[in-house]
Each structure stands twice: as C-alpha cells, then as structure tokens.
C-alpha cells in the first residue's frame, strides 16, 4: 500500500519533529513564558522593551478563557512563569487554585501600595482602570451613581455589553457588598429594563451607539476614552460623550485591576521576577499610561496628560478582595435578572 | 456518570433551570430547526438547479456557491451585525436620506436577533448541503430518472419522487453537520446576542467554575444530537441504494427566461450575501488600513495555520477510511462503533473539547516525565499537551465527523456486488481495496480532505487554548482585533484566510473536471 505507507511516514516525521522542537523549546536559556489573558498586542511594546534591556526573550500565549484550567492540568511541568490577567477575579482564582507563588521582592513590595497587593504577595496590580458611566455630550457632565442606572428616567436610554463580562460582574459585585443582594437584584432588574437594546457588542460599541442617538448612558472602562480618541473611525464616537467618574459624592467609583503573579512551577524564576520588576518600573509603568491609557499602580509616574485631563477622582476602596468574593452571586443575581435575556 | 455530575452540582443546577435555562434550551432548539431548514432550502434547490437546468452561468456558479464555505462564521457574524446594526452603515445612511432622528422613527429589522443569527449562519453553512446533494445528483443513475419521466411524471415531479430521495444519505449528513456546526457554536451567536445552551456551557464552567454542571449540560446537548442522528439512520433504514453507474448524460430542463430569472436571483442571493458581500468589505477596510508591513506579518501566522490545518485534514480523512472501510468490509457486530464514537466530536464546543484533551493528555505527559526521570534522561516537558500535536489532535476529534460523513456516503454510493466481484476473481483484499474502492472514493476523499483543512484554518477556540507559545495561527489573530473592535486592522489576515480557504475549492473543481 504505497499510499497509506506514505501516510504513516508522514506521520513519523511529524511526531519525530515534534518531540525536537519540544525538547529544544525544554533547553533553551534566557527566556521567560507568559500566559496572558491580554491581548498579545497589547503588552508587545513592553515586552520588546524588556528584551532590549536585559536579553530574556519573552513568549506568550494569549487565551481569554480556560488558562486557569490549562495551568491546573500542567501542574509541575508547566512551562508557564508569568501570569498577566485583566481583572481581580481572575487573579483571586488562581490564588485560590494555588496556582500562584509568592514573589517577596522589595521592589514590588515598595512601590505598590497594599490594598493593590495579595498579602501573602502571589498577586499584584500593574495598572487600575475606572467602570465609568459614558453619557451624551448633550447631556453636559452628570453627577450620576451607579444606583441611577435603575431610575426609570433612563427609560430606554441605556446601553451595555452582555451582564456577564468580567467587568460588568465586577462592578455587581461591588453593589453586592455595599447594598446586599436583593437590593442589587431589584437593581439589576430595574435597570435591564431602562436598557435601550439586548445587551451587546462591547464598550466601544456601546459609545458609538450614543453616538448614533441610540442611547445617552453607558458603561465603559476608563482607557476605551482614550484609545477611542487615537483612532481614526472611532474618534468621532468618543468625540460624542462625556466621560463620568460616578458615585463621587459617597463610595467613590468602581475600580479594577490588571495585574500578575509568579506560577506556582516556574522553571525560571529569576527571569520571572527579572519581568515582574520591569513592569513595575517607571519605565514599564509610563508605556501602560501612555500606550495603554490606563492608570498606573505606581504612585509616581503620571496618567498621561489625556487621562490627567479628565481630572482627579475618588475611588471605591473596597477591598479587591471582597470583589471577587461576591463574584459567583453577582452572576447568580444577573442570571435571575435574565439581564441578557 | 450525567447523573452523577447533575446531583454534585444540583444546586446550580436548580438555580439555573428556574432562571435561564428553559429560555437558553428554546433559542437552541428554535436555532438549531431554522439553521438546518434554511440551509436544506439553500443548499438542495441551488444543487439541484445547478445539476438539472440550464442556469446561465452554471459553470462559474457550480464553484461559486461553494465560496461561502470559505469564509469563517464569526467574521461574517461580525461584519454583518457591524453593517446591518443601528450604529452601522446600511442604518445610518438610511437615517440620513430620510431625516430619521431616532429608531421610533422608522421600522428595521434587528440584526441581533435569533432569526438575524439563524439567517446568517445559514449563509455560511448552506454550502455542506449544496456540496454533498451535488455530488449525490450528478452521481446518481439517470435511468431511474428517465424511467420515472416515462412512466409519466413531469420533470419537477420525478425530482421530488426519485431524485430528492436517492439523495437524501448525502443531504441527512449535511444537515446533520450543519446542526453540530450550529449548536457548538458560540462566538458567532454570541455577535447576534443570542444565548443557547452553549453559553451555558461555557458560564457554569468559567463563571461558576463548575466543571461537573458544565459536562452534564455537555451531556444534555449531545445527546440532543444523537437523538437527532439515530432518528434520522432509523427512518432511512432499509432503504436501497442505487446502483453506481456514472451517468454523464444528465438531461437538463429547459428554463423560461422567467424562470432562469428567479433562479438565477436565488442562487446569485447565496453566493452574495455567503461570500462576496463579506469579500468586498474586507476588501474595502484592507485598502483604507493596511500596509505592506502587515502583509509580511501574516507570514509566520499563515504558515502555521496551514501546517496544523495540513496535518489535521491528512489524518482526519485518513481515519475516516479505514473506519469507512472496515465498517464496511467487517463482519464484526461492533463494526459501527468507531465511526458512530467519532462521530459526535463536531458537536463538542472548541473550548470544551480543548479542556478534555488537556485533562486527557496532562495525565499522560506527567507519566512521560516521570519515566523520563526514572531513565534519567532530559525531562521531555509537556510533549503532548504543550505542542501542536494537542491542536491538531484536537481538529481531529473535531472534525472527523466531516470526514467520516463524506466518505462513508461515498462508500454507501459503491455497489456491494463490486465486494464481491475481486475475490470471485481471486483478488486479495488489500489489492481490491487500492484498484476498485480507492479509485473510486477519490472524489469523497478529496472533498473530505477539503473540508476538514477549510475548517481547521478557520478554528479558533480549540487553538487558542491549546497552542505552544509564540504559536500565532490567523484565526487568533482575526479574533484579538475583533475583540476590540479593530478588524480593519486584521482585514488583510482576514483575506488572507478566505483566500488560503479558497485554494483547495479551486483545485478541488480543477481536479474533478
């Protein structure tokens, strides 16, 4: 059968060369893996710059869901070092998967203030970015609490991405902890029923839909402004809101993180921490604040001007922690609201 | 082991059931009957057309309307909830024309809607149907036909009463993929805002990180499916298969010019709204945003699609052979076991089926270092599930039911008297096989093998989970600008996958001629 022995060859081949560049993969130096839930283009320019400085290369993959699961499954052979994740809840769960180690290093310790910090040191904020309430321009700014989005005077008016997104879970949770949960359930379905469409898309859509009169109010992360502002087809949705830092006069408003922790196997731990300290650096902090439009962690180096121009703020201070505890019955209650429904 | 997992998570399970399940198992189900009645419609009439009358154009649209096949579901999802959505184009310029200041104004459909999602996934998916039912029309005996027409009955009538049936093995395999493709979809519904059981899936799993409620509900949704298959087996059982006798004298009806006008509209609709509209936008956003420096960055991402998507397809239609010819050939009682098994892979949601290789091949890579340690050899790593040796094993399982449904309905097409007739003549098995049955499944294979690389370039979720580092295939690509909100920028990596999908349909109807 020349065929099927072809075939067969074929498939020797392909396994033999898998094993080389696997193994080759095993014995390289100076390298350090990352597992991010960020978008790879995101976090290139940072990485390039840590490979210009110290001569580790840097390997991703990027996967928005299952890199718990795929960690877990790796255990000790886990090629991983670094983690990247774009929101506290994440983060929490692979704490609580004892997925993490702990980094002790002074140089994160020093610079990131405690309450953007695990206590046993596993996790660590790089950047915070605000859930702002996005509102039409004409509508001048608002002194507005994430508690009017369930004031029947929004009728109709209001736009969001699906209840269930990282994001809008978080900030649920943070109702949960101020308000309990039937009050953030009558909440939720309160302001389902302001909602001017199904929830959809994601936070740029929802501005471009203000900007297109098919709502007043939505709900958006802070760097979306700005990386809206510096593109070409968006800029004129962005150009059609305010941005709003709600809740100022109680709470403050709802913070999240992005933040890393060391995995628990890291077979290159001084590259590892190596990353980590770069990306608390001025250096890296500044390229998040300018690339990126987010907040960063560290307390001396500035928004870029765009963010510093949307003016100072109050923000919610509680504990992240509390955030991702209350995570499983903030989408309990967005299940029984039918919020996407 | 369903019941099992039910009661240790019955808690959640109960929360679900009274709040969003019912309504997520109707939009399924309503899903699931709208995508395989429109796709039948699209893809047997326009077959049959192309097959049976004289259509202007028969020779460009015979390939044509295998385009759509092409073109990745969530691209065409977003590009059409992007165009057709309030904020888009089509709307904003209507809104313009007419003075229209806000949507009490005027009446449009809404794009993100289950019907919106059913419409456009039947687009993408028509062309499965419209390939087997082809292949089945043209290989089918035209004496019947001709006898059916002596005997009396009108052109239409001996269609429906001899044609439509000889087909239907082919056509149930189609539309039986086409509600596996359906229903373990999730990025391309999630576009239309359209929950199903699948985002229950995938929000008890990652978002109550349940794992046990998330494969009870897996559970729910295949079996789902196998009802829907065995059905369909029992009530085409016992039915005879035609003699094959290639028939190249296909008569061909007439049209009025009315008539070639419908028919025409109909078929030019399909090849249109499934690839050529699409096209043209990618086209269109490739030309305001791209410059050669992206063209060159899609190199390394190409070559790997091609590479896992090569592998995959070669041993996927390999597999469905043997398995096709053993069922065949066997006596054994469990001669149907293997394909039936392989069978329900398509129907395992990308994501899903990536987790359990990973927990299947975890196990085994730590076992492979522990040996390697015992022999005290250099640690191996994860050599399985670390490698692109778990994506392309994941495409397999996933997409084996493409290839075994293509060349088992070829098989079924060959006489059993052709069996017999070597080893009268003292042939041996193996040599029978490579002179008779290979020869004579080449076309089945060829478009196995098509479809299982057209699928696997355009996967995303099994990939993205699985891949080694640094591994950047285009689907990856396309979906992190998607994400946000940026496919202008990945508009040529978008092409560049349609066109890459494109070159075996080309090759494939150069070959076949």
């Not at chain 1, 994601?202 to 709502?215: E, K, P, S, Y």
């Not at chain 2, 019955?10 to 929360?15: G, T």
């Not at chain 2, 896992?308 to 070669?314: D, E, G, H, L």
């Not at chain 2, 990945?490 to 070959?511: C, F, M, R, S, T």
Request: net charge neutral.
């Amino acid at each position: 059968m020349p065929q099927i022995t072809k075939i067969r060859k074929k498939i020797l081949l392909t396994f033999t060369s898998l094993c080389l560049i696997s193994s080759s993969l095993v014995q390289a130096n100076e390298e350090v893996n990352v597992y991010s839930y960020r978008q790879a283009f995101l976090v290139k320019p940072l990485f390039d710059k840590f490979t210009e400085n110290t001569g580790i290369k840097v390997n991703v993959i990027f996967a928005k869901t299952g890199m718990a699961e795929r960690l877990e499954r790796e255990g000790k052979h886990s090629p991983a070092d670094v983690l990247l994740t774009t929101d506290i809840s994440r983060l929490i769960e692979l704490q609580d998967r004892n997925l993490l180690q702990a980094n002790d290093a002074e140089v994160l310790l020093d610079v990131i203030p405690s309450q953007y910090r695990a206590k046993d040191n596993t996790w660590f904020a790089l950047t915070t970015r605000v859930r702002n309430i996005y509102s039409a321009k004409r509508l001048g700014t608002l002194d507005i609490n994430y508690e009017d989005l369930a004031d029947s005077k929004y009728k109709g008016r209001i736009c969001t991405r699906s209840g269930k997104h990282a994001y809008n879970i978080a900030l649920v949770s943070s109702m949960i902890a101020e308000h309990g949960s039937a009050e953030t359930l009558v909440w939720l379905e309160k302001f389902k029923a302001n909602l001017a469409r199904k929830p959809q898309g994601n936070d740029r859509g929802q501005v471009q839909a203000i900007h297109q009169n098919l709502c007043d109010i939505s709900l958006g992360n802070s760097y979306y402004f700005g990386r809206m502002l510096s593109d070409e087809k968006q800029k004129v949705w962005a150009e059609a809101v305010n941005i709003n830092f709600p809740n100022q006069s109680n709470r403050g408003a709802h913070v999240n993180i992005s933040g890393m922790g060391m995995a628990k196997f890291s077979p290159n731990t001084g590259n590892a921490k190596q990353l980590m300290a770069f990306l608390i650096s001025k250096e890296a902090q500044q390229l998040y604040a300018e690339t990126n439009v987010e907040y960063p962690v560290r307390a001396d180096v500035m928004p870029s001007e765009l963010v510093a121009s949307w003016g100072k703020f109050k923000a919610d201070d509680l504990p992240l922690e509390t955030i991702a505890k209350y995570r499983k019955e903030a989408l309990k209650l967005i299940d029984q609201a039918k919020f996407d429904l | 082991m369903l019941l099992a997992s039910l009661s240790s998570s019955s808690d959640l399970f109960s929360h679900l059931w009274q709040t969003v399940l019912p309504d997520y198992i109707t939009n399924t189900l309503i899903l699931g009957v709208l995508v395989v009645c429109l796709t039948l419609i699209f893809g047997t009439f326009s077959a049959a057309f192309i097959v049976h009358t004289n259509i202007v154009g028969k020779r460009f649209l015979r390939w044509l309307l295998l385009l759509p096949m092409a073109m990745p579901g969530y691209l065409v999802a977003y590009l059409y909830t992007d165009v057709f959505d309030y904020a888009g184009p089509v709307q904003r310029a209507l809104r313009y024309w007419f003075n229209w200041q806000s949507p009490n104004d005027y009446w449009f459909f809404d794009i993100r809607t289950l019907p919106g999602a059913a419409v456009i996934l039947a687009f993408v998916l028509f062309p499965y149907v419209y390939m087997l039912a082809r292949t089945a029309f043209e290989q089918q005996d035209q004496n019947l036909l001709r006898a059916g027409r002596l005997l009396g009955l009108s052109s239409k009538q001996s269609f429906l009463k001899v044609a439509l049936p000889l087909a239907r093995p082919a056509i149930a395999v189609a539309a039986s993929l086409v509600l596996m493709e359906t229903l373990a979809d999730f990025a391309t519904v999630n576009y239309f805002a359209v929950n199903t059981l699948t985002t229950a899936i995938y929000d008890t799993w990652l978002g109550y990180g349940d794992l046990a409620a998330a494969n009870a509900l897996a559970s729910i949704l295949m079996l789902l499916i196998f009802f829907v298959v065995v059905a369909e087996q029992r009530a085409r059982a016992g039915q005879g298969h035609q003699s094959n006798r290639p028939n190249k004298n296909i008569e061909v009806i007439k049209l009025s010019f009315i008539q070639q006008c419908f028919i025409g509209a109909f078929c030019w609709i399909l090849v249109f709204a499934g690839f050529l509209a699409p096209f043209i936008l990618l086209i269109i956003m490739a030309f305001e945003y791209s410059d050669l420096n992206q063209l060159i960055a899609l190199l390394p991402p190409s070559i790997n699609s091609i590479e896992v998507s090569f592998y995959a397809a070669t041993i996927a239609t390999f597999l469905a052979l043997l398995f096709g010819l053993y069922r065949r050939l066997s006596q054994d009682k469990w001669r149907m076991l293997p394909l039936s098994l392989a069978g329900f892979g398509y129907a395992i949601p990308g994501t899903v089926l990536a987790m359990v290789l990973l927990a299947t091949f975890g196990p085994l890579d730590h076992m492979l270092n522990e040996v390697a340690d015992y022999l005290r050899l250099d640690s191996p790593g994860l050599l399985l599930s670390g490698t692109i040796f778990a994506v392309v094993f994941a495409f397999v399982v996933r997409f084996a039911a493409i290839a075994n449904g293509t060349i088992s309905s070829g098989i079924e097409q060959i006489p059993r008297s052709v069996d017999l007739a070597p080893a009268s003549l003292g042939a041996g098995l193996g040599k029978m096989l490579i002179k008779i049955h290979i020869p004579i499944l080449k076309p089945s294979i060829l478009v196995a093998w098509l479809l299982v690389f057209v699928e696997s370039m355009k996967e995303l979720p099994a990939v993205l989970l699985l891949r080694p580092f640094n591994f950047e295939t285009l689907s990856i690509q396309i979906y992190q600008l998607i994400s946000d909100e940026m496919l202008e920028q990945g508009a040529l990596g978008a092409i560049l996958i349609v066109l890459l999908g494109l070159l075996p349909i080309v090759w494939l109807n150069k070959e076949r001629k």
